[in-house]
T-cell receptor, first 112, second 112 residues
Framework: NAGVTQTPKFRILKIGQSMTLQCTQD?????MYWYRQDPGMGLKLIYY???????DKGEVPNGYNVSRSTTEDFPLRLELAAPSQTSVYFC???????????FGPGTRLTVL | KQEVTQIPAALSVPEGENLVLNCSFT??????LQWFRQDPGKGLTSLLL?????REQTSGRLNASLDKSSGRSTLYIAASQPGDSATYLC???????????FGTGTSLTVIP
């Protein structure tokens, strides 16, 4: 099993551009999560999904959108990139709400 | 809102020493608590998950304990090795929100 994979690993965007961060898991997990990690701060939850077709906001959802059309994939969309979205983005998955979370390797995004 | 604190932010110990990392949380109504390891520039690796009904979990040289009433968890690392050098993060799940809340981590350096 590959676990949780994320693409791209690195990306530089200009202000106002848009992009999609990809996340795929092959563990048949129902729950998937998107976090951002800023220096000196704990991980903050952006959005999460409890199954295909069901998504919900986390702590810091503004400026992002998600969709979950399949169990495996949970892409994160940035519509109008802003410097405040410079961060490392992690995708995670888990069997259920009370189960372990497994993380992908992250995407390092810089908005200039 | 759940607040998770990890003190100290950084710790250096000589190889072979036993050590304890601390994690505090403000809302004792948690479902579980998970400990992670993060190497520089990498994703998070799950170490241990303690359910709210458990008091401790062990894996190899690692032992994690949970005391919900005092809002504390500890990660005990026995006979530390240079390869243990990393940042250790704890995350509390539940409380007032159905999500994991992360601490900012303790950066551990084990000196050969």
């Amino acid at each position: 099993n590959a676990g949780v994979t994320q693409t791209p690993k690195f990306r530089i965007l200009k202000i106002g551009q848009s992009m999609t961060l990809q996340c795929t898991q092959d563990m048949n997990h129902n729950y998937m999560y998107w976090y951002r990690q800023d220096p000196g701060m704990g991980l903050k939850l952006i959005y999460y999904s409890v199954g295909a077709g069901i998504t919900d906001k986390g702590e810091v959802p503004n400026g992002y959108n998600v969709s979950r059309s399949t169990t495996e994939d949970f892409p994160l969309r940035l519509e109008l990139a802003a410097p405040s979205q410079t961060s490392v983005y992690f995708c995670a998955s888990g069997r259920g709400s009370y189960n372990e979370q497994f993380f992908g390797p992250g995407t390092r995004l810089t908005v200039l | 809102k759940q607040e998770v604190t990890q003190i100290p932010a950084a710790l250096s110990v000589p190889e072979g020493e036993n050590l304890v990392l601390n994690c505090s949380f403000t809302d004792s109504a948690i479902y579980n608590l998970q400990w992670f390891r993060q190497d520089p520039g990498k994703g998070l690796t799950s170490l241990l998950l303690i359910q709210s009904s458990q008091r401790e979990q062990t894996s190899g040289r690692l032992n994690a304990s949970l005391d919900k009433s005092s809002g504390r968890s500890t990660l005990y690392i026995a006979a530390s090795q240079p390869g243990d050098s990393a940042t250790y993060l704890c995350a509390a799940h539940g409380g007032t929100g159905n999500q994991f809340y992360f601490g900012t981590g303790t950066s551990l350096t084990v000196i050969p």
